[in-house]
């Protein structure tokens, strides 16, 4: 008889859809059937990316990375009402969709004052990820994002740039 224990698992709560640890077991490269996309946006380093997505479970790219890239003069370049689309690094799935329900500069400087862009409920797309009973933010394809470390306002996802900087799926 096999027995299940919850009672060590932490729950988030809806719309938060919880996965297994089954989902980042051992594939073909790493954690992922498939490596990195050679052309990340806003000029990520494919090294970082294949290491952060692929071969890792804990770690995450420096503080303040995002802030090295092109992606903070995209955003601030982005007319205000429209939402950008970040897509799995691996796969090209999109994951994440922001801003939704605030302005672009207040997602811009929650994600500065943690160092790692992030997200909420409403901005995640959560056909394509999942969170571990640790909090680890995962792709449904083994793709280390980040974690969810929830705050006053709720759930926040601090993800890893290099994680969601693929380009959309063919």
């Given at each position: 008889?096999?027995?299940?224990?919850?009672?060590?698992?932490?729950?988030?709560?809806?719309?938060c859809?919880?996965?297994?640890?089954?989902?980042?077991?051992?594939?073909?490269?790493?954690?992922?059937?498939?490596?990195?996309?050679?052309?990340?946006?806003?000029?990520?380093?494919?090294e970082?990316?294949?290491?952060?997505?692929?071969?890792?479970?804990?770690?995450?790219?420096?503080s303040?990375?995002?802030?090295k890239?092109?992606?903070?003069?995209?955003?601030?370049?982005?007319?205000?009402?429209?939402?950008?689309?970040?897509?799995?690094?691996?796969?090209?799935?999109?994951?994440?969709?922001?801003?939704?329900?605030?302005?672009?500069?207040?997602?811009l400087?929650?994600?500065?004052?943690?160092?790692?862009?992030?997200?909420?409920?409403?901005?995640?797309?959560?056909?394509?990820?999942?969170?571990?009973?640790?909090?680890?933010?995962?792709?449904?394809?083994?793709?280390?994002?980040?974690?969810?470390?929830?705050?006053r306002?709720?759930?926040?996802?601090?993800?890893?740039?290099?994680?969601?900087?693929?380009?959309p799926?063919?």
């Amino acid at each position: 008889q096999i027995i299940t224990s919850t009672a060590t698992m932490s729950k988030y709560p809806p719309p938060c859809v919880m996965g297994d640890e089954a989902i980042m077991s051992p594939k073909e490269h790493g954690t992922s059937v498939v490596p990195v996309q050679q052309n990340l946006r806003w000029n990520c380093d494919w090294e970082t990316a294949d290491r952060i997505c692929n071969y890792n479970r804990h770690y995450a790219e420096h503080s303040g990375y995002f802030e090295k890239t092109t992606f903070r003069k995209e955003c601030e370049q982005t007319e205000e009402g429209k939402e950008i689309t970040f897509y799995d690094s691996n796969t090209g799935k999109p994951l994440f969709v922001a801003p939704r329900g605030r302005t672009m500069s207040k997602f811009l400087l929650e994600s500065k004052m943690h160092g790692w862009p992030s997200f909420r409920d409403s901005e995640v797309v959560w056909d394509n990820v999942r969170v571990l009973p640790d909090g680890e933010t995962v792709s449904v394809d083994g793709t280390h994002l980040g974690h969810n470390l929830p705050d006053r306002s709720g759930s926040r996802y601090c993800i890893n740039l290099v994680s969601v900087a693929g380009n959309p799926k063919a």
